[in-house]
């Protein structure tokens, strides 16, 4: 089945720092990107969706220069926490989902643990 | 917001059918009913979409009421490794997901 690869699956670091999530779909293109977070026992909130070739779009309330998206191709997506705080600690999840037209579903990575300290 | 609706938990004995019930009461024509759940930690699980019918595939059966106002889906043999948050979400598969609540099903020995 489809497989989408997320990485580095967990982050600790300094506050302070910049930290770089990777996610890829490793056998389709995918043409349209997920960015979720999650807080413990919460549901997935939907921070960002990520086109190939054009700017991400930001859900409300999601500071764009604070997360920061790009995707540069059809088979990665990554999402930069700049200048992260401990309230940045979260579980972050990206979905790959084949394009516009299609009725495929989305598939999910395995998230990444960030602990900012 | 989400727009479907679940029960918060559910109990199970292990080898028994789990049957998990969703309400999609604004569920447009051209929306699909998604399926997922998720494993403490781990990102969520496709399972199974419909759109009218009746689907089945190795894991799971969903089945969609005439009106698709709700759907039910059913593990036909519960195994431990089955507890986990359950989400139904009506969209189009390209669109975003928004998760509610989902049902979390606990699969007792």
């Known amino acids: 089945g489809a497989v989408v690869s997320q990485h580095p699956s967990r982050v600790i670091c300094k506050s302070g720092t910049s930290v770089k999530i990777e996610c890829r779909s490793l056998?389709?293109?995918?043409?349209?990107m997920f960015w979720y977070r999650q807080f413990p026992k919460k549901s997935l909130m939907l921070m960002a969706t990520?086109?190939?070739?054009?700017?991400?779009?930001?859900e409300q309330g999601v500071e764009k220069d604070k997360f920061l998206i790009n995707h540069a191709s059809l088979t990665l997506s990554t999402l930069t926490v700049t200048s992260a705080h401990p309230e940045d600690s979260s579980f972050y999840i990206c979905?790959?989902?084949?394009?516009?037209?299609?009725?495929?579903?989305?598939?999910f990575g395995d998230g990444t643990r960030l602990s900012i300290l | 917001d989400a727009k479907t609706t679940q029960p918060p938990s559910m109990d199970c004995a292990e080898g028994r059918a789990a049957n998990l019930p969703c309400n999609h009461s604004t569920i447009s024509g051209n929306e699909y009913v998604y399926w997922y759940r998720q494993i403490h930690s781990q990102g969520p699980q496709y399972i199974i979409h419909?759109?009218?019918n009746n689907e089945t595939n190795e894991m799971a059966s969903l089945i969609i009421t005439e009106d698709r106002k709700s759907s039910t889906l059913i593990l036909p043999h519960a195994t431990l490794r089955d507890t986990a948050v359950y989400y139904c979400i009506d969209a189009r598969g390209f669109q975003k997901l928004v998760f509610g609540t989902g049902t979390r099903l606990l699969v007792s020995p």
């Open positions: 990520s086109n190939e070739g054009s700017k991400a779009t930001y």
């Open positions: 056998d389709f293109q995918a043409t349209t």
């Open positions: 979905s790959a989902s084949p394009g516009q037209g299609s009725n495929q579903p989305q598939h």
């Open positions: 419909g759109l009218k």
